[in-house]
């Protein structure tokens, strides 16, 4: 009876140690110690004080060394493998310019799949050349037609040893020897066969050679203009009257707008859109005519690109986009790519211009019956090498 009542004691007493050390939250309690402190009545369990009761030895535990934990030697890595800073910077550029060339083979693949070719056999000299020009030819059409007699003859051309961009009129009423068809005015060679008989002809003629050309017209001059957001010239009361009528008679017969729409309402400097700086290109109703009228073309060329010059990057793509599509051309992809290097350092480029003939360097004479003017060839040349050369 004695041993029950001794063992229910114990499971109480060892209950209450559990809770105990549970809500004391110690994680290490001496069990002989305690069950000595509840024979001294230190602790309430019901015990009768002073009696010793009979209790079985709970051993101590042994305390245990915690293993040491074993330093994690790290793995020397060989020196290839090792972090550089310079080394992952340089391998990130590389990895963003391997990106942007093909991002750009992408954009100007696209862009010249807007363009529409222009079938030429003469051979140029490559984009990269010192020397590189672009004939660009205005004909006197619109919408879709490129076709008829050359009203302009404009030569971009671009020296990289000069850092220099010089714009060359060709006058259209040079009298010249167009291979096949006799003397006649030099507008006449585009008409009878197309870029290539133009190339021979001023190769043969005025010792002058393009690389690549361009043909426009009405539209395509007026849509290039508002698609750079338009360009700033200074004219005067009667480039002013001129222009408006020009731009009167383009509403109806050109364009099919209300013939009021776009005209100007003051001279000097002011900001064209793309029909008034078509009007001003065809103004020749000064006292030079035709030459005064050549004037102004190479200032609306030049104009446009100092427009271009203030374009970012996307406002230039962009353009690009509403150009292409109404060029007719024989550039190149690769021609492009090559002329990379100039368009980036396009502003450090100085831009000039010239004429053929120049004053002092051509009578006026006759083809037939159609004036013409009579230019010494040899002299011209010359001086254009000099112009831009120097």
């Given at each position: ?24 939250k ?11 402190e ?5 602790h ?70 807007l ?12 984009a ?25 003859m ?5 020296s ?158 962009q ?72």
């Amino acid at each position: 009876m004695h041993d029950s009542c001794s063992g229910r004691r114990h499971v109480k007493i060892t209950a209450r140690i559990a809770f105990r050390a549970l809500f004391m939250k110690k994680t290490y309690i001496d069990l002989n110690e305690y069950l000595e402190e509840l024979d001294e009545g230190k602790h309430q369990t019901g015990r009768k004080p002073g009696k010793t009761y009979a209790h079985p030895h709970v051993p101590k535990p042994e305390p245990q060394e915690e293993p040491e934990e074993e330093e994690e030697q790290e793995e020397e890595r060989p020196a290839w493998k090792k972090k550089h800073p310079v080394r992952n910077f340089f391998r990130v550029i590389l990895i963003l310019l391997i990106a942007g060339c093909v991002l750009l083979g992408v954009e100007v693949n696209h862009l010249f799949s807007l363009t529409q070719p222009l079938n030429s056999t003469y051979s140029g000299n490559s984009a990269s050349a010192d020397v590189f020009s672009v004939m660009m030819v205005g004909v006197d059409t619109r919408g879709s037609d490129y076709e008829g007699r050359s009203d302009t003859m404009l030569m971009v051309t671009i020296s990289r040893s000069t850092k220099k961009i010089l714009i060359t009129s060709v006058m259209r009423d040079i009298a010249a020897e167009i291979p096949g068809y006799g003397t006649a005015k030099l507008n006449a060679a585009y008409a009878y066969g197309g870029i290539d008989l133009l190339h021979e002809t001023l190769e043969n003629h005025l010792g002058l050679s393009f690389d690549r050309a361009v043909v426009v017209n009405f539209t395509t001059v007026r849509d290039a203009v508002d698609a750079i957001g338009g360009i700033d010239v200074t004219i005067d009361d009667e480039e002013m009257a001129a222009m408006n009528q020009i731009i009167w008679i383009m509403n109806q017969e050109v364009f099919a707008e209300p013939a009021y729409y776009d005209l100007l309402e003051t001279s000097g400097e002011i900001h064209l859109n793309g029909k008034q700086a078509l009007a001003y290109a065809r103004d020749r109703t000064s006292a030079r005519s035709d030459f005064d009228r050549t004037s102004r073309q190479r200032t609306m060329v030049q104009a446009c690109m100092e427009q271009i010059r203030s374009l970012n990057p996307l406002q230039l793509l962009q353009a690009m986009e509403k150009i292409m599509p109404e060029l007719v051309t024989d550039f190149t992809e690769q021609d492009l790519i090559r002329l990379l290097p100039v368009l980036l350092s396009f502003s450090s480029y100085s831009i000039e211009e010239f004429s053929i003939p120049q004053d002092g360097t051509y009578t006026s004479g006759y083809i037939g019956e159609q004036q013409a003017l009579i230019i010494d060839a040899e002299t011209n040349r010359q001086m254009w090498e000099d112009a831009l050369n120097q």
